[in-house]
């Protein structure tokens, strides 16, 4: 089994460099043109299946991605990205610069981070772990490719189930960019990562994209 884990598109908050969490933050329109993009460079895979966060920019690029083929799209509470609690929509930037703000750790320190509100990285990693044991898991034969629209501090969570990465490393490597795609592999119940961070789209000087 192939499995694309796909970050959602391009959100208000991630333009203004907001921590979004639980926050239902609609894509913007660039978000959708990324989606778009992605969905036109992955559409030869043939999916079985794909499941979703269920917050919108998760839902929308999801839906976005499936494109026309006639499979589901099936929302999931444990694909929902990490909870910030009252702490969501703090501005990435004066966290970094204020070691008392309360997100500066998970920035700055992961490894040394306590949540003053929403989750710890052990929950996000939990639910990734059970969603591997309950879904993925006993689908190994049924389905050929899955994809899992979710978001960029879950996502790292999850490669977390599969490789023993230290806390402390967690922002380190390939950046999980905007509808960025990592790819894993699934063969005889264990999870090995082929990819991670693919886009299928450049960057151009006018603020445009293109595959």
């Known amino acids: 089994m192939r499995i694309y884990l796909v970050r959602h598109g391009e959100t208000?908050?991630?333009k203004e460099g907001r921590v979004q969490g639980s926050e239902d933050i609609p894509l913007n329109e660039k978000g959708i043109e990324l989606a778009e993009i992605t969905s036109e460079g992955m559409k030869d895979i043939p999916m079985d299946v794909i499941f979703s966060s269920p917050l919108i920019r998760a839902r929308k690029t999801a839906e976005i991605m499936r494109r026309g083929r006639d499979i589901p799209v099936i929302v999931d509470q444990r694909l929902q990205e990490m909870s910030f609690g009252r702490?969501?929509?703090?501005?990435?930037?004066a966290a970094v610069q204020d070691k008392t703000n309360a997100l500066?750790?998970?920035?700055r320190h992961p490894g040394e981070y306590k949540a003053m509100d929403g989750e710890e990285f052990s929950q996000?990693?939990?639910r990734a772990q059970n969603f591997i044991d309950e879904v993925l898991m006993p689908a190994e034969k049924r389905w050929q490719n899955v994809m899992l629209a979710s978001h960029g501090a879950f996502i790292r969570c999850f490669l977390r189930c599969i490789e023993a990465?230290?806390?402390s490393e967690f922002w380190d490597g390939i950046p999980q960019r905007n509808c960025a795609v990592t790819i894993l592999e699934l063969d005889a119940g264990r999870l090995r990562i082929l990819e991670e961070g693919k886009l299928y789209y450049e960057m151009q000087p006018d603020g445009s994209f293109r595959l």
Do not use: D, M, S
């Not at 702490?87 to 930037?93: D, H």
């Not at 500066?104 to 920035?107: G, K, Q, S, T, V």
């Open 87 to 93: 702490y969501e929509g703090t501005v990435i930037r």
């Open 124 to 126: 996000v990693i939990g």
């Open 165 to 167: 990465r230290p806390l």
């Open 104 to 107: 500066h750790n998970f920035i």
């Open 12 to 14: 208000a908050w991630n």
